[in-house]
Nanobody, 130 residues
């Protein structure tokens, strides 16, 4: 059974930081690319960041560029998203998602639209107060 589980969400004041984790079970991350998305009530899901199966290529949406960082812990089959200097507009449910990807370590990877991801976690709530 393929499964992704997010953790690390919570309530934080504006300017604070949170670290989210996405742990995979039932498959190995070395055959997938992982994306982080967020969704506010009544709004479409938007991409935040992504990382290739090799861990050697990352990409960021403008919304988090310079504040967020994505990195892999392949030994724990986990992808982390570190979010610094959080803003109220960062509030939403954060999801990780996976799609099969076989690019090599030198392949450049760009984030894909939500529809191209095959597996999704249940989400973790991030609330940033002003």
């Amino acid at each position: 059974q393929l499964q992704l589980v997010e953790s690390g969400g919570g309530l934080v004041q504006s300017g604070g930081s949170l670290s989210l984790s996405c742990t995979a079970s039932g498959f190995s991350l070395n055959e997938y690319a992982i994306g982080w998305f967020r969704q506010a009530p009544g709004q479409q899901r938007e991409g935040i960041s992504c990382i290739s199966s090799s861990g050697g290529s990352t990409d960021y949406a403008d919304s988090g560029k310079g504040r967020f960082s994505i990195f892999s812990d392949f030994g724990k089959n986990t992808i982390h998203l570190r979010m610094n200097n959080l803003k109220p507009e960062d509030t939403g449910v954060y999801y990780c998602a996976a799609h099969r990807y076989y690019g090599g370590v030198f392949s450049e990877y760009s984030c894909r639209p939500p529809a191209e991801y095959d597996q999704w976690g249940q989400g973790t709530q991030v609330t940033v107060s002003s």
